[in-house]
């Protein structure tokens, strides 16, 4: 079918572009146009525009979740500017999606650090593969357990 002198396969080929915004200006007329004449391709583009809107809310909450597991990190460590200190506080008493991670992360720092003592003193209980095999299978991000890694390389 022929809509805007562009094919519905055309159109379905530059479907993601267009809902990207990365066509030229003559472009998209001609896809828009096709689109507002074709309820066919209009569907497809719905779809598409669904998709890449959750896709789009997705990396933004990724992105949120590594901020403030970097703000809670500098938190955590006394490397967070005096100047931002009251404000995250604030934001932690408010935010109980903080205020969980703030707790899970201090858990994982307490359980390293007890790992850390256990082995440089030999003591007879070494949790650390046991901290490991958690956080292979828990939701933390692929450089948390690239920095756990590290740390305990160094003791191998």
Do not use: W
């Amino acid at each position: 079918m022929l809509k805007g002198n562009l094919t519905c396969t055309i159109v379905g080929k530059l479907l993601t572009h267009y809902v990207e915004d990365n066509l030229d200006r003559k472009c998209k007329e001609m896809v828009s146009l096709h689109l507002r004449n074709c309820p066919m391709c209009m569907e497809k583009y719905s779809v598409v525009k669904r998709l890449f809107s959750e896709a789009e809310k997705k990396r933004r909450l990724i992105k949120e979740r590594e901020m403030m597991y970097e703000e809670i990190s500098l938190y955590l460590d006394g490397e967070m500017e005096k100047s931002r200190i009251t404000d995250f506080e604030a934001i932690l008493a408010k935010r109980k999606e903080y205020e969980e991670a703030l707790l899970g992360i201090s858990k994982l720092k307490r359980t390293l650090n007890n790992s850390f003592y256990r082995i440089k003193y030999n003591l007879d209980t070494d949790i650390s593969q046991r901290v490991m095999e958690r956080l292979k299978t828990s939701g933390f991000k692929n450089r948390v357990r690239a920095a756990v890694k590290r740390f305990f390389s160094c003791f191998h």
